[in-house]
């Protein structure tokens, strides 16, 4: 099948990773990177570190609000499909990009094959929401990562197309897993790439279970009111051991734009590369984050994970955790309540090796099953 791919964020390209190479077995495959996320640390980066081919087609199209940027890229990608007549558009995911690819293509009668279909927080209030509701209703095949998400489609009537694949993000995750889980090495690695990255004073803190990591950028955690929670979330979290927080560079430009300061012993760094996002995320005390990436590969590595969020779209993640997972929202004393329950300072340590050691992280075969049922 010729298959044009249509992506654009960091979690668009890990994801891709795992599932070029299988898809390019059997399918000839052309890629146009919207450039929605376009800093080299949220993007580019990516290419080399995930041995990904470079984009066939980059239409640097990123910034701007939602449907400015949403509306560039359906005018951008039109007359490309129309060239290149594709059998099939797919699109990963649920950001802007996706529900551009997904809309351009069915202007045009392409197929449209959605990877990660079903999800739902059950919330419009989400941009993400918005975006896959669009995408799923649209698509002639749909990937769902997990049983919920069928039930989910279920629920709004689609049934056809919908195939249960699993998760590319497992795949991916269970691949580099076993070169990450020795806490010397991996930590060592880690600290040499936050080292290159200007934070070479954070690389002196990273010992196993010694600290605590976090990602945030939800665009609702870049409110006013948001990023005051959070910010004093992260402070209190950070007064018994060092918080790095790995920050995307559009929160860091809210947090500066509304004033917003965090205690000294939050350490904010760049995006980080995935091998040492994975890494920090194996060995720490516990993660804090936002990212639907995040939560799960947290939850598949067994470390505690307090999801600042209200709600999730991904309830198998929450639940196979058997606990390690808590939804706390913007509540600084549920954190405080959860950290002590499952990364108590002092115990942390010998819960961090134990983990790393017993890691033992099977893959889905989400990439094979898309594969197949494509061709
Ligand atoms: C997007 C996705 C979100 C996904 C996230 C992954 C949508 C609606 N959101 O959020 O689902 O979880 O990517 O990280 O598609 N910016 C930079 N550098 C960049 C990219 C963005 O500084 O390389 C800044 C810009 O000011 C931009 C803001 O971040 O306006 C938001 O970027 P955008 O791509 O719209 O959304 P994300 O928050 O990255
Ligand atoms: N990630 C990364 N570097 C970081 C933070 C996260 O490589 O500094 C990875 C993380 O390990 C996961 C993915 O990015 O694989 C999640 O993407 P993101 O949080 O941007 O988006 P979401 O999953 O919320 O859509």
């Known amino acids: 099948m010729r298959i044009v791919t ?16 299988v898809l390019r077995l ?3 495959e052309f890629v146009i990177d919207t450039g929605q996320h376009y800093d080299d640390a949220l993007a ?3 290419f080399g570190e995930l041995g990904l081919a470079p984009p066939d087609l980059s239409l640097g199209l990123g ?10 890229m359906l005018i951008a990608l039109e007359p490309i499909l129309v060239e290149r007549r594709p059998d099939i558009v797919l699109v990963i995911g649920d950001t802007n990009s996706t529900l551009a690819g997904a809309l351009a293509a069915v202007k045009l009668k392409v197929p449209v094959a959605h990877v990660e279909a079903g999800l739902r927080a059950h919330d419009l209030g989400i941009p993400e929401e918005v975006n896959r509701l669009v995408a799923d209703h649209l698509s002639h095949w749909l990937f769902a990562p997990t049983p919920t998400a069928v039930g989910n489609l279920g629920r709004e009537g689609i049934a056809e197309g919908v195939h249960l694949v699993g998760d590319l993000m497992r795949d991916l995750a269970a691949q580099i897993a076993p070169a990450v889980c020795d806490p010397g090495p991996a930590l060592h690695a880690a600290g040499r790439a936050l080292a290159q990255a200007g934070a070479a004073d954070v690389a002196g803190m990273l010992r196993p279970g010694g600290y605590l ?11 006013r009111e948001a990023m005051l929670a959070w910010a004093t979330i992260l402070t209190t979290a950070s007064r018994e051991r060092p918080l790095i927080l790995a920050l995307h560079p559009g929160t860091r430009a809210a947090l500066a734009d509304e004033g917003v300061t965090l205690g000294p012993n939050v350490h904010v760094v760049e995006p980080l590369g995935y091998r040492t996002s994975l890494t920090l995320q194996l060995h720490a005390a516990a993660v804090l984050t936002d990212s639907g990436g995040v939560q799960r590969e947290s ?3 067994g470390t505690p994970c307090l999801l600042l969020r209200p709600n999730t779209e991904w309830v198998e993640a929450l639940e196979g955790a058997g606990g390690t997972i808590v939804c706390v929202g913007l509540d600084v004393d549920r954190v405080s309540v959860e950290l ?11 819960l961090a090796a134990e983990r790393a050691r017993s890691l033992d992280l099977a893959p889905d075969g989400a990439a094979e099953a898309i594969g197949t049922v494509l061709a």
């Open 6 to 21: 249509v992506l654009g964020t960091r979690p668009q390209l890990i994801k891709e990773a795992a599932l070029q190479p």
């Open 26 to 28: 059997r399918h000839d």
């Open 44 to 46: 580019g980066a990516f």
């Open 63 to 72: 910034g701007g609000g939602h449907s400015d940027q949403t509306g560039r």
């Open 213 to 223: 990591f976090a990602t945030i950028h939800r665009a609702s955690n870049r409110e």
């Open 299 to 301: 939850a598949w590595l």
């Open 340 to 350: 002590a329950r499952l990364a108590p300072v002092g115990g942390s340590e010998a």
